[in-house]
């Protein structure tokens, strides 16, 4: 059983949230960290005489009360593109390659790190040509049947972390350090580049104050979320480190 201040979250609870986040790597914590969070936020809206007629429409009213955020200004647009040009490209592809370590729930992460930049090492003494034996013996990605391949990628269609290691590349290399991600670690290797062009400050400037406004906003949402459990007596799960699964 999970309490939050005076209020108490069942073993039922619990288990019914848990089958909404059955591709989580921990269902059970995550359903309860949520369960949590809305736990929360309806004692906020009690003490602030909000009402709602269900938790997604109390979120939105207690959200627009308590956070705050600045428009984003043609300056900060401006200072953003300039400090960030290669997310202002279209056109750009590059043919690529992975061999993926994953990162499950209970790994031991640097035990992980250490294994795969071992067999980084390894494959850099053994030369380009055995990547596709590599990918097929140690990949954790489906793609590893295939020798790790993905395909022609473009811009925004991969994580940000992967997308700037593999444009970082040169043409037909593979990469001499590891690639992190939410999904684990990458050897990362690729073919041919086709280079496009850079966009406009004018091009991108509207779509881009909207992305630096919810970025924002989402950020200050996750801070507060994360206040209102420092302030709470909160007991029977961990909630260090939790992400704020109330708003995607």
Same mark, same amino acid.
């Given at each position: /059983?999970?309490?939050? $201040?005076?209020?108490?979250?069942? %073993?039922?609870? *619990?288990?019914?949230q848990?089958? &909404?986040?059955?591709?989580?790597? $921990?269902?059970? &914590? ?11 936020i ?5 003490? &602030?005489?909000?009402?709602?007629? $269900?938790?997604? +429409?109390l #979120?939105?009213?207690v959200?627009?009360?308590? !956070? ?7 300056? +900060? ?16 592809? !590059?043919?690529? @390659?992975?061999?993926?370590?994953? !990162?499950t ?13 071992? *067999? ?11 990547? +596709? ?5 140690? +990949? $954790? ?16 269609? /991969? ?24 999904? =684990?670690?990458?050897?990362?290797? *690729?073919?041919?580049? *086709? ?12 779509? #881009?104050?909207? @992305?630096? %406004? ?10 507060y &979320?994360?206040?209102?459990?420092? =302030? ?17």
């Amino acid at each position: /059983m999970i309490t939050v $201040n005076d209020a108490r979250i069942t %073993e039922a609870q *619990i288990v019914a949230q848990a089958r &909404l986040h059955a591709q989580e790597a $921990n269902p059970r &914590l995550a359903a309860g960290q949520e369960l949590v969070l809305r736990e929360l936020i309806r004692q906020r809206a009690q003490d &602030l005489d909000l009402f709602a007629d $269900n938790d997604e +429409s109390l #979120l939105s009213a207690v959200l627009a009360h308590d !956070v705050q955020t600045p428009r984003a200004d043609e300056a +900060s647009c401006r200072r953003y593109f300039d400090q960030h040009p290669d997310e202002f490209r279209e056109g750009d592809v !590059v043919e690529a @390659w992975h061999i993926l370590f994953q !990162v499950t729930s209970g790994l031991d992460v640097q035990k992980l790190r250490g294994r795969a930049t071992s *067999i980084l090492a390894d494959l850099h003494r053994q030369g380009l040509g055995e990547f +596709s034996a590599f990918a097929q013996r140690y +990949s $954790n990605c489906p793609t590893g049947t295939r020798g790790g391949g993905l395909g022609e990628l473009r811009r925004g269609e /991969m994580v940000p972390e992967f997308e700037k290691a593999v444009f970082a590349l040169p043409e037909f290399s593979l990469g001499g350090e590891l690639v992190e991600t939410r999904f =684990g670690f990458h050897i990362v290797r *690729i073919g041919h580049r *086709i280079e496009g062009r850079a966009l406009a400050f004018d091009e991108v400037h509207e779509n #881009l104050a909207g @992305w630096l %406004e919810e970025s924002s906003y989402r950020r200050a949402v996750h801070q507060y &979320l994360q206040q209102l459990v420092g =302030g709470a007596r909160i007991s029977g799960i961990p909630m260090q480190g939790a992400d704020s699964p109330l708003v995607q």
